[in-house]
């Protein structure tokens, strides 16, 4: 109901919502905390009145009525205010008295969050817990028949390599040059822009990786995501950890350019990327409120103006010439010295690009980002309804290059959607053994570095509106200054430690210690007679 | 020893298979032999296994090639000597037997071993004291090697103890083999001579203490007796610093992996690199540190605003006239009745024939509480009570001269608020009377004529009254030009509208009835019918039937614009109202409509609105439809003349005051010359004017009683007042804010306003949502850049 008493057709009551509140009246001390926390101030405190129908036993006296105030938490339902259900009332509420509860049927709000004929549009991921690589087993158990090793006892040096790996005969035939080639941990944190992320969310990933590499040994890269790099990291011995990204937008380029010569290393690799699994065809967009002027610095633009990504880089017309362009300039610019790649979104056309590339002596890897990738903002149709699942577009690709001969040579790096679940390794495990040599992985270290409170239910995905309760994708000081980077970079250590044991586990039954079993697809089995056919995996039940 | 028995591995010229040298072995032990000596060709297993040694021992002795697993599974009391080296998995599941091997031993030894001992002359293998337990039942394990250990030494080791002397190993710069002691969760290894990398996570390093010492000493006796090698202890035993040990932690000590913080790598590396503040501490312009999730002061997401007086009442906003409604109760809360009273004569001078009788009360139509399907307050009760007040002292003369053409409520109304601004008023009237329509055409009926008298009163010894006589000529009014600074035309509208349709000439213009019926001349039809259903119709219906009609029938186009308190009080008379009903013509039978029908009547009443008479204005100032055309501020297209009221536009008595008000306001600037003559009226508009309307949903209609019901007077009114945007100063906020971060300040005169502690308010908005009168709100801090 309105406030003037009338009904509109997107007049919601708290049952039509995505979200609910629970509100226990005994337990609160109306001490505001949870009205306060609410990124979205879906909930108030509000007066209400309670009237009570007081009869005496016998009817001995006239009946009366003893009208009473309380005040309390009531949940707003207008659509701008709807519930996220992010939870923070829940966990800063001293007494466990309020918590967001799913709506026990499809909500009514989403008939109606096109308000003024916009589109739903979030951050978050695609809402389906669905999940193929989740389904896969590892049926190869080898303790008996191969040279089993112990994941707790044996020492593991789990390594994969980014960049193009030429037969010696054409090695031997390219005048000297040898492709550039790194050897690094198998596990990527995908690209995640400065801006798309925090400040404090940014640096605490960068500390995290750095302190990998430095203190444990473990070569773990990150991508810059498409937003340029900070001038002291392109100018620090740290910049070796890290795959700079170009992207449609091209943002923070001049200052990458300016600080080539200035540079102690060279990046990992340069990423350029096309595609974006989580909003396949669609570009990106950086909301006016998030440039500020650090984000402005960064990304070599004016303050406080929404940036565009574009769905398509402005000058590409081919594939062709796309990878004769981008992979070549790019090159040029580290005088050949790193590997550059594209990335694009997993699609029924990726084998073109591959074949492509495979001709290309120049193109150092492709990475394939599935459907089930994250994303800072996108439309909601693109997040849930556009995209393809990353398993089988890895299997084809890899399948693909078997056919050529050329397996061993075009690294594919997959991506979206791993570990969505909480299943990080197992699914890493999973695309290596369909043919991936790496994979990437975003949205799951925010979930675990960061405290994302966001779900494959619709939980939170608030990342667009600069509201994240958790500071983590926000550019207001007030919310950022929630996360503290150290903290953030000793959860991406623990993630990285955690999951490289359980990599291990895998891994060891198959006696391998070293050597990655990319494309190793008889230790992939599934209960799935048609997935299994569809992937050339085996059909277990 | 001396054998009673010597079993030998061939026969035959063929090796024995180790099932049956066993099989013999077990055999000689039942046939009461107890020193046995064994010719071995690689049999497996030789000395495990031999159950009744524990009571009475068995003295084993092995020549020849031992094969892998010598004294598996060994009982105590078992004692086996080997005289060359030993192959693999010596002792394996040791369970007691002493196994002495006086050469070297390959991987595997003591594998499992949970009692008994392994004496070693040499070098043993990889894998060597893995996976040994400690039964707390019976004494733990020892190895003792003389020599070195291979990689991979005591694995997952979880009790008793291992010497390694060190001597002559085969990789004396590392005599525990590589990377040792992972998974190693209890016993330890007494060690002698340098070592490489071993499970930090799992094992501890340190000197013997005494009691190790002490047992070291005593026990390398024994184990270099055993071998022969009694020359070698002083050599082993000289420098007690030579020795170490390596001692499984407990699980407690194993949580914490000897990892480097991250504040120091942040510190030390990450900073160190980059500079100082990081990453981006060259181009961040502000702290970064972590705060709190519930943040106070600057860092608050929300700030709490105390926004009293800052939205207009729907009440005030609605009242054409502008009084201040909320303000007249919040007085009377207070207890200034009196002064409640008077204020309302600083905007209209007929406060309770107006806002008591006459108006529709727009206020009370918009009340706030009709959100919440309250009564409304009843302004009615107050606008009668206004009859007492008293007249405000007008301003120091300003000498300026103003004609005010028209008596009725718009010229009253300007005359009025000129006046009290200092200004001299003259006002001249066709009529004997001032007053306008409300003297003159609204029926008795509605008001008592003393209320009107009283008002009129008040007005007269205000103001200096001229009545003409006759209409007003364009001659005297360009001498109105001539002799005042201002002239205002507030003429009303006095020349009925006819329709053009046959028979219109049978008509009885409603205004000219009214009159009529005032002065008690009008004459009545049995049968009426209006034409026109609005205000002046229903007035005209209740009038036909004081005066005797038997019927009336009020027809209109369109729903009648009539307000439903006329059109109760012509219903109750016994009127019937007909929409949408089309005039064809009027015939002696009654009115013929379009549709065929004829409303039967002796009396049509006309009452579709009425026409300003104009005769007088000048070529100069324009007319429009018949209507004096003016500006924002009432400025006709003549310089200093204005036009108010139904001669500008038909409309309501309050909406006549109004202008008034509004016109007085724009000529007082104009002759002051404050503000300069803007036709868009910017300038000349109160700040309230200019405030929104307070958003329904901050006004908390919880706090009053639900049940429907009439005010009876002024203070119950007053308390049920929602006061909205108005800030009642009930304590609600300062009582409710969980912080404490609210107080009332006070000020002189009765000032007193609430304001917020930024330290320690965290930003809930539980003050905006408690607050009866939506005075607080909670709004997004100032940005942080």
């Known amino acids: ?29 109306l001490c505001g905390r949870c009205t306060a926390v609410c990124p979205v101030q879906a909930i108030e405190i509000a007066v209400h009145r309670r009237r009570v129908l007081q009869a005496p036993l016998g009817l001995t006296e006239k009946p009366s009525n003893v009208y009473r105030v309380y005040h309390g938490v009531r949940q707003k339902t207008d659509v701008e205010h709807a519930c996220t259900g992010c939870g923070m009332c829940a966990l800063v509420c001293p007494n466990g008295a309020i918590m967001p509860v799913r709506n026990d049927e499809p909500d009514k709000l989403r008939f ?73 941990y198998p596990l990527i944190i995908a690209g995640m822009s400065f801006g798309a992320l925090s400040p404090t969310m940014w640096e605490g990933l960068q500390m995290g990786v750095a302190y990998l590499n430095e203190e444990l040994g473990m070569p773990v890269r990150i991508g810059t995501g498409e937003g340029g790099c900070p001038p002291r990291l392109l100018r620090s011995r740290f910049l070796k950890y890290v795959i700079l990204q170009v992207a449609s937008g091209y943002f923070g380029w001049d200052e990458i350019i300016h600080a080539l010569p200035e540079m102690k290393e060279d990046p990992c690799a340069i990423e350029i990327k096309y595609g974006q699994g989580a909003k396949p065809g669609d570009g990106g967009l950086l909301m006016w409120y998030k440039v500020n ?249 | ?140 394990p020892e190895l003792w090697v003389l020599g070195g250990a291979g990689d991979f030494f005591a694995e997952f080791m979880a009790g008793g103890t291992a010497v390694i002397c060190g001597y002559d190993a085969a990789h004396g710069d590392n005599v525990l083999g590589y990377r040792p002691c992972v998974g190693m969760v209890g016993g330890k290894i007494l060690f002698r001579g340098p070592i490489g990398a071993f499970s ?49 932690r407990h699980s407690y000590e194993k949580g914490a992996a000897p990892r480097r913080t991250m504040k120091d790598f942040r510190e030390q590396s990450w900073d160190a690199e980059l500079g100082k503040g990081g990453l981006i501490g060259d181009i961040a312009f502000s702290d970064r540190s972590p705060v709190p999730v519930l943040a106070t002061g600057n860092m608050r997401r929300f700030i709490p605003v105390w926004e009293n007086e800052k939205y207009l009442p729907p009440c005030q906003a609605n009242c054409p006239t502008g009084i201040p409604v909320r303000k007249r109760w919040d007085l009377i809360r207070r207890g200034k009745i009196q002064e409640a009273v008077d204020l309302a004569l600083l905007y209209t001078p007929f406060p309770a024939t107006v806002c008591g009788y006459l108006c529709p009360n727009l206020c009370m139509q918009n009340c706030t509480r009709h959100k919440a399907d309250l009564e409304a307050v009843d302004t009615r009760i107050l606008g009668k009570a206004s009859l007492n007040a008293k007249a405000p002292t007008p301003l120091p003369d300003t000498g300026k001269r103003i004609a005010v053409i028209g008596a009725g409520p718009s010229g009253l109304s300007v005359a009025w608020q000129l006046r009290l601004k200092g200004h001299r008023v003259e006002i001249f009237d066709s009529r004997m009377r001032p007053g306008g329509k409300i003297t003159g055409t609204i029926p008795r009926s509605r008001i008592p004529e003393e209320v009107i008298e009283h008002e009129i009163k008040r007005i007269e010894e205000m103001l200096a009254f001229h009545a003409l006589n006759h209409p007003l000529t364009k001659d005297e009014f360009g001498d109105f030009r001539h002799q005042f600074d201002i002239v205002v035309i507030a003429v009303g509208a006095q020349k009925p509208r006819i329709i053009p349709i046959p028979g219109s000439e049978r008509v009885v213009p409603a205004l000219t009835f009214l009159k009529e019926s005032r002065l008690d001349r009008a004459k009545v039809g049995r049968r009426v019918v209006i034409i026109g259903a609005g205000n002046v119709g229903c007035d005209a219906a209740t009038e036909a039937f004081r005066l005797g009609a038997e019927s009336v029938v009020l027809i209109d186009v369109q729903k009648p614009s009539s307000s439903e308190r006329e059109q109760q009080n012509a219903k109750d008379a016994g009127a019937v109202f007909l929409w949408p009903r089309f005039t064809k013509a009027i015939t002696a039978d009654g009115v013929e409509l379009r549709d065929g029908e004829t409303l039967g009547a002796d009396m049509v009443i006309m009452a579709v609105g009425d026409l300003p008479e104009l005769d007088f204005l000048p070529e100069d100032i324009k007319t429009e439809r018949g209507f004096i055309v003016v500006d924002d501020t009432f400025r006709t297209t003549a310089p200093n003349v204005y036009a108010v009221g139904d001669s500008v536009r038909l409309g309501l008595l309050t909406e006549a005051i109004g202008a008034g008000r509004k016109a007085a306001r724009a000529i007082d600037n104009l002759l002051r010359g404050e503000v300069p003559p803007d036709p868009k009226g910017r300038g000349n508009v109160q700040t309230e004017e200019r405030l929104f309307v307070i958003p329904p949903g901050r006004v908390k209609l919880e706090y009053y009683d639900p049940r429907p019901r009439h005010f009876e007077d002024i203070a119950s009114c007053a ?49 905006a949502g408690v607050c009866p009168t939506g005075v607080w709100n909670l709004v997004p801090n100032e940005p942080l850049k």
């Not at chain 1, 004929?117 to 809402?127: A, H, L, T």
């Not at chain 1, 690709?397 to 061993?408: E, M």
């Not at chain 1, 991936?436 to 939170?460: F, H, N, P």
């Not at chain 1, 503290?484 to 891994?507: C, G, M, N, Q, Y």
């Open chain 1, 293 to 541: 002027r650090m984000i402005a610095a960064i990304r070599g633009v004016p303050q406080g103006v929404s940036l565009p990504s574009p769905p398509t880089h402005q000058t590409m017309y081919s594939i062709e010439e796309s990878v004769a362009k981008m992979i070549q300039s790019m090159s040029m610019a580290w005088g050949f010295r790193v590997p550059v790649y594209p990335k694009i979104s997993a699609t029924s056309t990726s084998l073109a690009v591959l074949n492509n590339l495979a001709r290309n002596p120049y193109a150092a890897a492709l990475a394939l980002d599935g459907e089930d990738g994250g994303t800072g903002a996108a439309y909601n149709i693109s997040l849930d309804h556009m995209g393809h699942p990353i398993a089988s577009n890895v299997r084809d690709a890899y399948l693909n290059l078997v056919k050529i001969g050329k397996q061993n040579e075009i690294p594919l790096i997959a991506a979206g959607g791993v570990g969505k679940n909480g299943n990080l390794a197992a699914n890493a495990a999973a695309l290596i053994m369909l043919g991936a040599s790496a994979v990437q992985v975003g949205k799951s270290i925010l979930q675990a570095a960061g405290g994302c409170v966001g779900s494959e239910t619709d939980r939170c995905n608030l990342c667009n509106t600069g509201l994240c309760p958790k500071g983590i994708t926000s550019q207001d000081p007030r919310l950022y200054r929630r996360l503290d980077p150290e903290k953030v970079a000793e959860r991406l250590v623990d993630v990285v430690v955690s999951f490289d044991t359980e990599l291990k586990k895998i891994v060891a039954p198959l006696g391998r210690s070293t050597s990655l079993p990319i494309g190793m697809s008889d230790a992939l089995g599934i209960a799935d007679a048609s997935a299994a056919q569809r992937l050339s995996i085996r059909y277990v039940v």
């Open chain 1, 112 to 184: 109606h969050i096109n308000q003024g004929g916009i589109p739903r549009r979030r951050g978050g991921r695609r809402n389906s817990r669905e999940s193929i690589l989740d389904a896969m087993k590892f049926v190869r158990i080898s303790m008996l028949t191969d040279p089993a090793l112990d994941a707790g006892r044996h020492e593991f040096e789990l390594r994969t390599l980014i960049g193009r790996v030429l037969p010696p005969e054409e090695a031997i035939a390219e005048h000297g040059w040898q492709p550039p080639v790194r050897e690094i």
């Open chain 1, 1 to 29: 109901m309105e406030p003037d008493g009338q009904l509109r057709p997107s007049s919601l009551g708290v049952k039509d919502l995505p979200w609910q509140i629970l509100w226990d009246k005994q337990k609160c001390t």
């Open chain 2, 200 to 248: 930090e996570r799992d094992a501890a390093l340190r000197a013997l203490d005494d009691t190790e010492w002490a047992w070291l000493t005593e026990g390398l006796k024994d184990f270099l007796g055993r071998l022969g090698r009694t020359e070698l202890l002083k050599g082993l035993t000289s420098d007690r610093n030579a020795w170490r040990v390596l001692a499984a």
């Open chain 2, 1 to 140: 020893m001396v054998p009673t028995i010597v079993i030998d591995g061939m026969e035959n010229g063929l090796r024995v298979s180790s099932r049956v040298l066993d099989e013999r072995i077990q055999k000689a032990v039942s046939d009461g032999h107890r020193r046995i000596e064994v010719i071995a060709y690689g049999q497996h297993g030789l000395g495990g296994r031999i159950w009744t040694s524990a009571n009475d021992p068995v003295e084993l002795r092995i020549v020849g090639s031992s094969g892998q697993r010598v004294g598996a599974m060994g009982l105590p009391g078992t004692r086996i000597d080997v005289e060359g080296a030993a192959s693999d998995d010596l002792g394996w599941l040791n369970a007691g037997a002493c196994i002495t091997v006086k050469g070297h031993a390959t991987n595997g030894v003591g594998n499992a071993m949970a009692q008994g001992k392994i004496y070693v002359g040499g070098d043993i293998g990889g894998r060597g004291m893995t996976m040994t337990k400690h039964n707390p039942r019976l004494d733990p």
């Open chain 2, 719 to 767: 308390a049920n007042c929602a006061s909205c945007g108005g800030c009642r100063d009930c304590g609600m906020c300062e009582t409710a804010c969980p912080q404490g971060a609210i107080s009332r300040k006070e000020g002189e005169e009765g000032f007193f306003e609430y304001t917020v502690n930024g330290e320690l308010c965290i930003g809930c908005g539980t003050c």
